[in-house]
T-cell receptor, first 116, second 114 residues
Framework: AQTVTQSQPEMSVQEAETVTLSCTYD???????LFWYKQPPSRQMILVIR??????QNATENRFSVNFQKAAKSFSLKISDSQLGDTAMYFC?????????????FGKGTRLHILP | DTGVSQDPRHKITKRGQNVTFRCDPI?????LYWYRQTLGQGPEFLTY????????KSRLLSDRFSAERPKGSFSTLEIQRTEQGDSAMYLC????????????FGSGTRLTVV
């Protein structure tokens, strides 16, 4: 069974700084998808960034980028020029490719506080 | 399309009562998922549907829980004889079987059992 581990329960950084959230996962699959989801306080979960395991190039979305190390099964999220609106729970997640078992497995999350 | 809708947003019920939640997915999405999220934890998978077929149920889904998706459109999640341990956020999400873009989540239904 796949597992996703986020070792940082909580982090705080000053506004405009860069912060990196860690995630490791365990799987025997070769082809899969990894995600970072953001859940602001009392608001719905939204997809931040997505990475296909077969792609060597790290995904980027504006201020958000990942460091995907397939051999190490590591998938960290870097937030550059952090903003107050980045304050949220961040969940790392894993999904096998399309088939009958495509449920997403989530980590326990990292609570990120951006300080003014 | 306004995304994934869940109703109600909040539900307070007495222990032992039955509750039912509704989820309306994005119309072109044929897959629908239910997750449960307790405070400070990540979402845990409960069950999912492809069209009207329920393809998988987690061991977390006891006999008191039942989910349906008639006609492959909206879905309902019913909890019978609620217990205090059922208090959680119940999240619904949908996706397309032809895409691997991840899920679109609803805002969730927060259940409090008193």
């Amino acid at each position: 069974a796949q597992t996703v581990t986020q070792s940082q329960p909580e982090m705080s950084v000053q506004e405009a700084e860069t912060v990196t959230l860690s995630c490791t996962y365990d799987t025997s699959e070769n082809n899969y998808y990894l995600f970072w989801y953001k859940q602001p306080p009392s608001r719905q979960m939204i997809l931040v960034i997505r990475q296909e395991a077969y792609k060597q190039q790290n995904a980027t979305e504006n201020r958000f980028s990942v460091n995907f190390q397939k051999a190490a099964k590591s998938f960290s999220l870097k937030i550059s020029d952090s903003q107050l609106g980045d304050t949220a729970m961040y969940f790392c997640a894993f999904m096998k490719p399309q088939n009958r078992d495509d449920k997403i497995i989530f980590g326990k999350g990292t609570r990120l506080h951006i300080l003014p | 399309d306004t995304g994934v809708s869940q109703d109600p947003r909040h539900k307070i019920t007495k222990r032992g009562q039955n509750v039912t939640f509704r989820c309306d997915p994005i119309s072109e999405h044929n897959r629908l998922y239910w997750y449960r999220q307790t405070l400070g934890q990540g979402p845990e998978f409960l069950t999912y549907f492809q069209n009207e077929a329920q393809l998988e149920k987690s061991r977390l889904l006891s006999d008191r829980f039942s989910a349906e998706r008639p006609k492959g459109s909206f879905s309902t999640l019913e909890i019978q004889r609620t217990e205090q341990g059922d208090s959680a956020m119940y999240l619904c999400a949908s996706s397309s079987a032809w895409q691997n873009y991840g899920y679109t989540f609803g805002s969730g239904t927060r259940l409090t059992v008193v």
